[in-house]
């Protein structure tokens, strides 16, 4: 079956730290791009941080940039966020997602999404 | 940053009715143009990619269309279980990967 199953979320105060995981099972993890992608209480999509397959190369939206850090063990088939100096507006439901692309047309997709795991950032 | 904007923001259909929701993007996409189903409490899940390639499983009333910069997700006959929030996706410059804003599909 495949997984990928969030952990980690909970109740921080502004300013506090949190570290998020993704496991991966019954997918292949290691030669994919992995993203996280959050979801605030009612609100859309909006995609966070992305790192591609062996760990060399990260990106981040603007709104994280400098907090958040995107990590991977391939051997723990594992995805990482650490997020740092949290704030209010980074309450929301994180998603991590896999990245394929179509090996005819180069189309970029994320094929599977785990359930998510909420963070809550309140004093 | 490139800027997807879909229309309406939400709709209200019956079973059986032929639906379609717009996506436009800021500036041409080259066709890396995706769409997901959401369902409440529920992961986002893969329909199209590619503007018009169906994922594995996804059955044939959905198609995707477009290019360039406008593009559109129909639903040929609407079932019970289609009812959801539906988002685009550009993957053509990233990132950021910027999504739509969601289209909630309600049940008239």
Redesign the interface.
């Known amino acids: 079956e495949v997984q990928l199953v969030e952990s980690g979320g909970g109740l921080v105060q502004p300013g506090g730290s949190l570290r998020l995981s993704c496991a991966a099972s019954g997918l292949t993890f290691s030669s994919h791009w992995m993203h996280w992608v959050r979801q605030a209480p009612g609100k859309g999509l909006v995609w966070v941080s992305r790192i591609n397959s062996d760990g060399s190369s990260t990106g981040y939206a603007d709104s994280v940039k400098g907090r958040f850090t995107i990590s991977r063990d391939s051997a723990k088939n594992t995805l990482y966020l650490e997020m740092n100096s949290l704030r209010a507006e980074d309450t929301a439901l994180y998603y991590c997602a896999r990245g394929s692309q179509d090996f005819w047309s180069g189309m970029y997709y994320f094929d599977y999404w785990g359930q998510g795991t909420l963070v809550t950032v309140s004093s | 940053d490139i800027h997807m904007t879909q229309s309406p923001s939400s709709l209200s259909a019956s079973v059986g009715d032929r639906v379609t929701i717009t996506c436009r993007a800021s500036q041409s996409i080259n ?2 143009l ?1 769409w ?1 189903q ?1 369902k409440p409490g ?5 329909l199209i ?2 503007v018009s ?1 169906l ?1 594995s499983g996804v059955p044939s009333r959905f198609s995707g269309s477009g290019s360039g910069t406008d593009f559109s997700l129909t639903i040929s006959s609407l079932q019970p279980e289609d009812f959801a929030t539906y ?1 685009c ?1 550009q ?1 053509y410059s ?9 289209t909630k599909l309600e049940i008239k």
Do not use: D, E, M, R
């Not at chain 2, 529920?42 to 893969?46: G, I, N």
């Not at chain 2, 990233?94 to 969601?102: K, L, M, W």
């Open positions: 066709n890396y995706n997901y959401q529920k992961a986002p899940k893969l990619y590619g390639t994922q988002y996706q993957s990233a990132p950021p990967y910027t999504f739509g804003q969601g």
